[in-house]
């Protein structure tokens, strides 16, 4: 039982590169996240998804793009690496039987990126 | 979603029973305040989530007064696993959306 899968687990860019961040997730839940978090910080929500082939920003979007094209899946891409991007992603997913589900989120074990 | 505020950090020895409070002054009524525990490297955990008055899981207890305005997460007799980030939440959609974590409470269980 996987649960959240994320890869790669480590990765460092030149600034201006491009690359994916893969969640994949085998719960079946219809809600996925992608989150930075940022040495000594919490998390801070990127962008979101609530279901296959939707998407929504979070609170930090910008420089960011995600698609969810299957269930299971959401991709975090990154058109133009910046210094700034220099983070931990998270992913995580939960389930929801209604609009305002309070369930938990699980989280993935991070994808430390590194841009030079 | 309610702002949260939550020690910086706290120190404890094994054994001990730690208590970690969180003030959440602008709870609205029908928001949920949800615990989640990080371990370094590790992405946060759910611990515990609760309405009003206490809730007990095989991790730990969440205590709620009746004004809802504060909670306190007791974890029972810590070890030297137990260091880790603990993040409270408060709002109606803790599960996802507009979630937001704030720095958290680092606790450092000593031998």
């Known amino acids: 039982n996987a649960g959240v899968t994320q890869t790669p687990k480590f990765r460092v860019l030149k600034t201006g590169q491009s690359m994916t961040l893969l969640c994949a997730q085998d719960?079946?839940?219809?809600?996925m996240y992608w989150y930075r978090q940022d040495p000594g910080m919490g998390l801070r929500l990127i962008h979101y998804?609530?279901?296959?082939?939707?998407?929504a920003k979070g609170e930090v979007p910008d420089g960011y793009n995600v698609s969810r094209l299957k269930k299971q899946n959401f991709l975090l891409g990154l058109e133009s690496a910046a210094p700034s991007q220099t983070s931990v992603y998270f992913c995580a997913t939960s389930s929801a039987r209604d609009v305002w589900s309070n369930q938990p989120q699980h989280f993935g074990d991070g994808t430390r990126l590194s841009i030079l | 979603l309610a702002k949260t505020t939550q020690p910086i950090s706290m120190d404890s020895y094994e054994g001990q029973e730690v208590n970690i409070t969180c003030s959440h002054n602008?709870?609205?009524?029908?928001?949920?305040i949800t615990w989640y525990q990080q371990f370094p490297s590790q992405g946060p955990r759910f611990i515990i989530q609760?309405?009003?008055t206490k809730v007990t899981n095989e991790v730990a207890s969440l205590f709620i007064p009746a004004d809802r305005k504060s909670s306190t997460l007791s974890l029972p007799r810590v070890s030297l696993s137990d260091t880790a980030v603990y993040y409270c939440l408060v709002g109606l959609n803790t599960g996802g959306f507009k979630t937001i974590f704030g720095a958290g409470t680092r606790l450092f269980v000593k031998a």
């Open positions: 998804s609530v279901g296959e082939g939707t998407t």
């Open positions: 719960m079946n839940h219809e809600y």
């Open positions: 602008n709870i609205a009524t029908n928001d949920y």
């Open positions: 609760g309405y009003k």
